[in-house]
């Protein structure tokens, strides 16, 4: 009897799988189930720390509708798209910055925003997502690790919008933008004699930057979080009236609408910057934790992305994006416990906002972009 042999039938087309509705729809699943619940979350707690307004949960959830259509907008582009794209998104946002300068609106003594036909908005915001893609273009294409001179490069890249951000003034956001293009440089595997350069430059240039460069306000943010009982009545009150309202919490908080501190006003910027003490004073230490898991599967689902990127254009914004996403929680939970100065960074997808909500949530769409990118078949 001969020998049996198993083979396959002949094709008639490719032997693919068709892909599924969330591959169709260019939609990274559990990415969105885990923005979904974070965003309801949020919209929970900014009910009480609204003083339980329903207009400012409906105003929130009209931003988040907004900003999840920009999303899926976002996330139909290719990462090869939007590797061409990049340089000309920066291009527009620089010159944008050019514009506050000299036509931007003021308010409390910064001139941030540009008003065109009744539209007011950030061009600072544009830049978040710029900058990194701009970084991720340019050393995406080259050998990797990066030279001195594309170093070098990249960091110009970073600073021209980051200096236009200073002379606003706005610190805060002109340092977290320098973060998302380093952070770029770094995903792009340089070596640990430029990291440790960086910091020690970084060290030595603290007191020429509290000399020259930083405003009193800003120093007096810095001295404030020294000894904020040095002025229990101004420039301390921020902070003694967070920790009070998160150390009154506990474990499980003082229910729903019941936190002392924010519903009696006690509280500055309870809905905005200052809104996790709300959720600590409320929910207590249990409703923190459940925030951070949150925070903390969306960062490892985000990491994952990244490291099954097609491309270096897509790893190294994938790792940029989830980095600066990061330090937006880190930077906003230090400051409200007293760790960092008071720099007015929103705690990302639950403090209230418009323009930093669509911008997080279109950083979101090039994570999904690159999650459903096709993959390459390798012979």
């Given at each position: 009897?001969?020998?049996?042999?198993?083979?396959?039938?002949?094709?008639?087309?490719?032997?693919?799988?068709?892909?599924?509705?969330?591959?169709?729809?260019?939609?990274?699943?559990?990415?969105?189930?885990?923005?979904?619940?974070?965003?309801?979350?949020g919209l929970v707690v900014l009910y009480s720390a609204s003083g339980q307004s329903m207009d400012a949960v409906l105003r929130q959830g009209r931003f988040f509708t907004v900003a999840y259509l920009g999303m899926f907008v976002v996330a139909q582009f290719s990462p090869v798209r939007w590797s061409r794209w990049s340089p000309w998104g920066y291009l527009l946002g620089v010159l944008l910055l050019v514009a506050v300068a000299f036509v931007g609106v003021g308010a409390k003594?910064?001139?941030?925003?540009?008003?065109?036909?009744?539209?007011?908005?950030?061009?600072?915001?544009?830049?978040?997502l710029a900058v990194p893609m701009t970084i991720a273009w340019y050393l995406g294409n080259r050998m990797l690790p990066p030279g001195p001179k594309y170093i070098a490069a990249c960091l110009v890249i970073i600073a021209v919008p980051a200096g236009l951000i200073v002379r606003q003034?706005?610190?805060?956001?002109?340092?977290?933008?320098?973060?998302?293009?380093?952070?770029?440089?770094?995903?792009?595997?340089?070596?640990?004699?430029?990291?440790?350069?960086?910091?020690?430059t970084a060290v030595f240039s603290a007191w020429p930057a509290w000399m020259f460069l930083l405003k009193d306000y800003q120093k007096q943010r810095i001295l404030t979080l020294l000894n904020p009982e040095s002025d229990k009545l101004g420039a301390?009150?921020?902070?003694?009236?967070?920790?009070?309202?998160?150390?009154?919490?506990?474990?499980?908080?003082?229910?729903?609408?019941?936190g002392t501190q924010s519903q009696l006003d006690f509280l500055p910027e309870s809905h905005t910057d200052f809104i996790i003490a709300v959720l600590a004073e409320e929910f207590g230490l249990r409703g923190v934790l459940i925030l951070m898991g949150l925070y903390l599967l969306i960062l490892l689902r985000?990491?994952?992305?990244?490291?099954?990127?097609?491309?270096?254009?897509?790893?190294?914004?994938?790792?940029?994006?989830?980095l600066t996403f990061f330090v937006y929680i880190f930077v906003n939970m230090g400051m409200v416990a007293g760790l960092l100065p008071v720099v007015g960074v929103p705690l990302p997808l639950v403090s209230a906002g418009g323009t930093s909500i669509v911008?997080?949530?279109?950083?979101?769409?090039?994570?999904?972009?690159?999650?459903?990118?096709?993959?390459?078949v390798r012979q």
């Open positions: 009897m001969s020998e049996y042999v198993r083979q396959m039938p002949d094709a008639v087309g490719p032997l693919t799988r068709p892909p599924g509705v969330a591959r169709a729809l260019h939609v990274d699943l559990p990415l969105l189930l885990l923005l979904l619940l974070l965003t309801a979350y003594g910064a001139q941030r925003w540009l008003d065109l036909g009744g539209f007011r908005f950030q061009p600072s915001e544009i830049m978040k003034p706005d610190l805060g956001t002109s340092l977290l933008i320098a973060a998302s293009g380093l952070f770029g440089i770094f995903m792009a595997g340089i070596g640990w004699r430029f990291i440790i350069g960086a910091a020690l301390g009150w921020n902070i003694i009236q967070s920790k009070t309202a998160i150390g009154s919490g506990g474990w499980s908080g003082k229910g729903w609408t019941q985000a990491f994952w992305i990244g490291l099954h990127a097609q491309s270096s254009y897509g790893r190294i914004l994938c790792g940029s994006i989830t911008t997080l949530m279109a950083g979101f769409g090039l994570l999904m972009a690159v999650s459903t990118e096709k993959r390459v």
